[in-house]
Structure formats: structure tokens, C-alpha cells
């Protein structure tokens, strides 16, 4: 088992279920409060600024579809930007 820092929680665990589980609800209440949201894995690296690309879009999702402990497809984000408007926080 690797050392992780304190408060981190362990991947599948119960708690990190949880968690992951609410994060839409507070996305959605940002995008409601006029928020627009940039939500990127922390092993992303950026060569140049990402910003004029996601503004021509309203949605931007990359997305991984590899098979994980026999789910397949398992989509993991691993990023994306939602900008705020009535027509993403409809969806």
C-alpha cells in the first residue's frame, strides 16, 4: 500500500465513492450560480493555454473508454469545461 498524504482518500473506497458521486450536484450549482467550469485530472500538462479553445464550445469532454474491473466501456473524464448558460445547465 503506498503512502498517500493526509485526508486523501483511497481510490474505491467507500468514502471516495461518495465523493465522486456528489461532484456533479456541486458542478451543477456552479454552472447555475454563472460559474463556467474547467475540471482537468492533476496528471494533465498543458504546452500552451487551453482557454481560446474552450470558449468556442460549450461543452469540451475528453474522455477515456477502457474497460476497468470488468465495466466496459468505463468512461473516466479525465477532463472538461463546461461554460455557463441555460443550455448546459438544462442538460
Do not use: H
Request: glycine fraction near 4%.
Amino acid at each position: 500500500k503506498r503512502n498517500r498524504p493526509e485526508g486523501a482518500l483511497e481510490y474505491a473506497s467507500s468514502t471516495y465513492k461518495q465523493m465522486v458521486s456528489e461532484r456533479p450536484t456541486y458542478i451543477l450549482q456552479k454552472l447555475r450560480d454563472g460559474c463556467d467550469i474547467i475540471y482537468s485530472d492533476v496528471d494533465m500538462v498543458w504546452r500552451s493555454s487551453p482557454l481560446p479553445f474552450l470558449k468556442q464550445a460549450d461543452i469540451v469532454l475528453l474522455v477515456d473508454d477502457d474497460t476497468y474491473m470488468g465495466m466496459s466501456p468505463y468512461y473516466c473524464t479525465g477532463f472538461f469545461s463546461v461554460l455557463s448558460n441555460n443550455r448546459t445547465v438544462k442538460l
